[in-house]
């Protein structure tokens, strides 16, 4: 049973490491004749994982605007 759902929010260059260092795991794991299967569960989600796109809305104050 799940307690909750955490979200991170990464950059590219982060979810870069994030993969980088699951993938090194499981190669470890590998050469240790060891289980895979829930980290390569999360290197799928990892890599899998959508891209929240954002908006920047900037808000002028009425004397901040140009004419």
Known sequence: MRDGIKTLDLDKYEIGILINALNEFRNMLIEQQR???PVDELLLKAIDAPEKKRTLVKSLRKDDRRK
């Open 35 to 37: 289980e895979t299967a």
